[in-house]
């Protein structure tokens, strides 16, 4: 009777024994799966994130390059030795735009005419595809005042159509007769820039002016590239132009 049970207790021993071995190579493969699967996570997330790297690279580049570079498609103010060289992307519809324009207006004026910076405003646009036509409208009458009146006029008028900036819920309240009578406001000659505004002859100087946005990776408005490199210092509209003033003085 007690071999009988040694012989009981030691198959129960074995049996427990193997299941223990059995638990632990189970366990060893949960943990090179899951293993397994976090490496890969790993290896996604990072070709994922080299592949946002070198995109943001390529397009800092883009945007370095274009804030490098003279454009034909805008109104500068400042002189070409300043210190330091300021490009701002600007559609007239964006309200974001209006706001930073509000903000900047005078001090980027003071700070060009004191030598410290040359401002370059590049209107295109960029909301016409949800908004209706106004960008194209208000950027082609730009465009029109650039080319008939000179460039001091069209800064008053681009300074004006933000100043008078319709909102985006209903950008045809601003009629092409109110961007004649903002032109001639701004100093233009009615005769000048009545026909141009009212039958989009700028329209091309849009289209390029746009593409050479995209071109430049601009994505949004507006796009602020300060000496070479974009400028994001705020997390509000009224924050980045309250830094961006205070980078120039």
Known sequence: MASSNSKKAARTQKAAAARAEQQRREQRRRMLTIGGVVLAMLVII????????????????????????????????????????????????????????????????????????????????????????????????????????????????????????????????????????????????EADVRPGIEDLAMEDWVTEATQEARDAGVSGTPTVILDGEQFTDGRTVDELADNLVAALQ
């Open 46 to 189: 990072g070709g994922i994130l080299a592949i946002t790297l070198n995109e943001q690279s390529k397009k800092d580049e883009k945007l370095a390059a274009a804030g490098s570079a003279a454009s034909s498609y805008g109104v500068t103010i400042g002189p070409d030795d300043a210190p330091h060289d300021l490009v701002i992307y600007e559609d007239f519809l964006c309200p974001y735009c209006g706001e930073l324009e509000k903000r900047t207006r005078d001090d980027l004026t003071e700070l060009a005419a004191a030598g410290n910076v040359q401002v370059e405003y590049r209107p295109f646009d960029l909301l016409s595809g949800s908004f209706g036509d106004y960008p194209i409208r208000a950027t082609n009458a730009f465009a029109v005042v650039l080319d008939e009146s000179g460039s001091d006029v069209a800064k008053q008028f681009h300074d004006l159509l933000f100043e008078n900036q319709p909102s985006e819920q209903n950008p045809d309240a601003m009629t092409d007769d109110d961007l004649v009578d903002l032109a001639v406001e701004a100093g233009a000659d």
